[in-house]
């Protein structure tokens, strides 16, 4: 069974064939359409709020990278110390015990430099700091581009 088309959308179809590619239907012949109609500007509001948020968050992310930072000095400086710990000559009461402090104490703080507040943890908050600033650059030059003219009717 064979459907026709309502009346009058086969020439609707034509019609948006043509404005597709430029062109306005004319039985008398096609002629090049208008310029199209401008974008709308993007609704500033939730570009706003997500400019906000995201300033908000990097300026608190930031803040957590200095604590990660002053966390990690006292770390990075019980390391620095192992090598000269390890190198003492002198005499020791208890030679396995001062080996197992060493041991512990480098342990522990490899343990928190790589999990807690070293440079892993640091680059993972970095990352997700200039992401966020990235983001409220791109959301800045959208809220502060200026409107373009409307055209009047």
């Not at 039985?27 to 300033?55: D, F, M, V």
Request: one cysteine or more; a negative charge.
């Amino acid at each position: 069974m064979h459907r026709s088309w309502p009346l009058g959308t086969a020439g609707q179809l034509i019609r948006l064939t043509l404005a597709t590619l430029g062109l306005v239907y004319d039985p008398a012949g096609n002629r090049p359409a208008p310029p199209p109609l401008p974008l709308p500007p993007p609704e500033p509001e939730p570009l706003q709020s997500r400019l906000a948020y995201c300033e908000h968050h990097a300026g608190r992310l930031c803040y957590e990278l200095n604590q990660l930072r002053l966390k990690a000095a006292p770390y990075e400086a019980r390391l620095a110390a192992l090598p000269a710990l390890r190198a003492f000559t002198g005499p020791v009461k208890h030679p396995a015990r001062e080996e197992n402090w060493l041991a512990l104490l480098e342990s522990e703080t490899e343990t928190a430099l790589l999990y807690d507040c070293g440079r892993g943890p640091q680059k993972l908050l970095e990352a997700r700091i200039a992401g966020l600033e990235r983001e409220a650059e791109v959301l800045r030059e959208l809220v502060e581009e200026p409107a373009e003219p409307t055209p009047h009717a």
